[in-house]
């Protein structure tokens, strides 16, 4: 499928709701993956003409990553202008702002909006930076995120409750409400109350049922770290007014979240019980998935991405004139344009000089444990002989930007810092501090070889490589996520999750290396062969276009004609 895929028409209004949206690098509201997706989704239902708007959180801060002398990650905080950054009030009828309330414990936090363009899509991001709220509410929306588990419930209240309140309030007749992850579940509740204020017999049940019917659900995340837990008490303490509001009994809101065998409430399990379809975003997550809820089958849509934002402007020409066995020296010389590019962004943001002829490797995503950030580094001795007795020079990227509270994942990066400045690796190991939108560009552009190792069955799609491959870039991975729907023979390279260290050595050392370093007509033959082989499978079946079209079929019901 191309770029380009036709939606279904007449098209539903889909209100797609989602914590995060990297959008540019200017403007911070997203943390990682999540976010990415989500803005590239937003492009391409632009491109599509989608009958889409996002609806998200307009946060008041975000922070530039700085690393201290340990090497542990530091963050300066930036208020975020909204004005400066696209947004424009959304107003009513009479020039007044929009502004709705929601009920959080025993107060009434007004809630107002900010509309950002993306071409002609709507994103409403929601604000509670009011002057009539207490200054804590003000605060609510401070930074993605935030704080403790308190903090995100309430930011969680405003984006499901919040949301839907808008909406109504803009006048917009929603048709679908997709939950991207399940952070804005509690929409379910406010469509349900909207349900009953317009039809003051309906019972409770039946309302849910019907709000159940317009609502879908992504789980991105089978990661128990990744999905939000939080006690009974502080939902029902929180949640109390409102359910009385709406008119349901508070008991009852847990028994919709309730992890089993738990005193837990979980707006993954909300999500899941409150939806009428849910998807997974690769093949693997679902049947992972299914394994973990056994009565909430997940519709495997893998995830893609917007080729106009990952492309590189050396390498879209030639995918746009179709890649054959025949592109391989083109390719590899667009390439080495590109890598030229991330050769000068090290030097400038670190001082670190690469070689042209170095055969670079990246690792780039978020510093958690599953991810396994230090698989290269498990025997040192064992890396320095392969990089000594290397017919080429190698070069080893990583970057990721941490949330302020991952105290784990800022000692995992701290020693690869560490590593990098140290006599012993620093021409070798490079980590680029501030991790964004523009570095991910650069190394999903000119990197030789993209380096994945999660522990199989946790990485849940990981689209990074999908971008890196696009361009041409090598995969050296374990069999998780998107990759494991692929066969890699003659293509890329799965390492052994099992014995990851070992097989990352042996792989690098008897097979990468050796084929990079073979060179027929003064570039290596077979390796450009593979570039080309690994861009046309993200051509053919991982654009943000395919997924969005099986979304429009497979998650919104529409009809495929």
Known sequence: MTNQDT????????????????????????????????????????????????????????????????????????????VANGLTKIMDKDDEPIEVVVPINNRLVRVRAWSKKIGNINLVLLDTNVQENSSADQHILNQLYSGDQEHRLLQEIILGIGGVR????????????????????????ELAHQYRKHDKAISINSALAKAKQKIVFTNHTLVAAGRDLFSFELVSTYLLQYAQEIEIPVDEIIKMGKLEA?????????????????????????????????????????????????????????????????????????????????????KETTQKVIPQEALIFSWARRFVTYKRPLALFWQLDRLEKIIQESPIPLHFIYGGKLHPQNNEGKDLMAQVVRLSRSDRFRDHITFIPNYNLQVAKHLVRGSDVWLNTPIVGYEACGTSGMKAALNGILQCSTNDGWVKEIDWDQ????????????????????????????REHDYPVQWAEMMVKSSNIIQNNYSMSRMLKDYCVQLYGMSAD
Request: glycine share 6%; proline share 4%; aromatic share 8%.
């Open 262 to 346: 738990t005193s837990l409430f979980s707006m993954n399990m909300m999500a899941l019980r409150n939806a009428s379809r849910s998807s997974a975003v690769s093949q693997y997550h679902a049947k992972k998935a299914q394994e973990i809820w056994h009565n909430h089958p997940l519709i495997p849509i893998t995830n893609g991405v917007y080729f106009p934002r990952w492309l590189s402007s050396h390498v879209a020409p030639l995918v746009q004139a179709g890649l054959s066995e025949q592109s391989g020296k083109d390719l590899w010389i667009a390439h080495q344009q590109d890598k030229t590019e991330l050769i000068e962004y090290v």
């Open 7 to 82: 939606l279904p028409t007449p098209s539903p209004l889909v209100a797609y709701f989602c914590m995060e949206f990297a959008l540019d690098n200017e403007y911070g509201i997203y943390s990682g993956g999540l976010g990415v997706l989500a803005g590239d989704l937003l492009n391409q239902a632009n491109d599509n003409n989608a009958n889409l708007v996002g609806v998200g959180l307009a946060y008041a801060s975000t922070y530039n990553q700085t690393i201290a002398d340990d090497g542990r990650q530091l963050e300066n905080n930036i208020t975020i202008d909204p």
């Open 166 to 189: 808008i909406l109504h309030a803009m006048g917009l007749n929603v048709d679908i409400y997709h939950m991207n992850e399940g952070h804005s579940a509690l929409l379910s509740l």
């Open 491 to 518: 293509t890329g390279w799965i390492l052994d999750s099992e014995h990851i260290s070992e097989s990352l050595y042996d792989t690098i050392e008897q097979e990468i290396i050796p084929l990079y370093a073979k």
